[in-house]
Nanobody
Framework: QVQLVQSGGGLVQAGGSLRLSCAAS????????MGWFRQAPGKERDFVAA????????NYAESVKGRFTISRDNAENTVYLQMNSLKPEDTAVYYC?????????????????WGQGTQVTVSS
């Protein structure tokens, strides 16, 4: 049974920072490409960032480029999302997602596993 367990998130003022973590577990699971997505109330789930298994390839949504950084620690099977210069429009439930394969995509339908979601609220 593969599980992605998220931590981090919370309430922060505009301009502040938060870090999200996503730890993967499962007896034989070696996380492949990993991604972060977010869903604001009444809106569709949007791609935020993704990182390949090696960490050598990353991809960001235009709206977060230069402010968010995705990284991973393969020894710990954990992926991180460092969020700086947060804006009220970043408010959403954030989900991590994992693939069995090493590559990455912006399409959430191509991910095999999902975390439980964590709320990020940015006040103005």
């Amino acid at each position: 049974q593969v599980q992605l367990v998220q931590s981090g998130g919370g309430l922060v003022q505009a301009g502040g920072s938060l870090r999200l973590s996503c730890a993967a577990s499962g007896r034989t699971f070696v996380p492949g490409g990993m991604g972060w997505f977010r869903q604001a109330p009444g809106k569709e789930r949007d791609f935020v960032a993704a990182i390949s298994r090696s960490g050598g390839t990353t991809n960001y949504a235009e709206s977060v480029k230069g402010r968010f950084t995705i990284s991973r620690d393969n020894a710990e099977n954990t992926v991180y999302l460092q969020m700086n210069s947060l804006k009220p429009e970043d408010t959403a439930v954030y989900y991590c997602a994992g693939r069995r394969m090493p590559d990455i995509f912006r399409n959430g339908l191509l991910y095999d596993y999902w975390g439980q979601g964590t709320q990020v609220t940015v006040s103005s």
